[in-house]
């Protein structure tokens, strides 16, 4: 019998293994590869910052980007309240990169 994500989350111990269950589980089962949803953020981030006069047209923030920045906005919430969650989240925005970059 095939366990829930929050079965799954449960019986992990470690901060990669939850992460795992989220970018690989919940994440994927919800929005597919991460590749399509960092995409459309990337165009919407370019495009906001480009009207913003911002962002350089021929250097426009990437995929990749996106969820690197992802990992910053969490590392400024643990330093603001450490929570394991921001961990968590953290070493999945991480993954999610890497899936990016590397179409895994």
Known sequence: MRKTATEIRMSTDTILEKARVVVYGRGEQDYGHPRE???????????????KGIIVKDNPITERD????????????????AKED???DIAGWAEVANRVETGR
């Open 37 to 51: 949803n960092m995409t459309c953020n990337a165009q919407l981030w370019n495009a906001f910052l480009s009207r």
């Open 66 to 81: 996106v969820a690197l920045m992802m990992v910053l906005t969490k590392v400024a919430r643990e330093g603001q309240t």
């Open 86 to 88: 921001n961990l968590v």
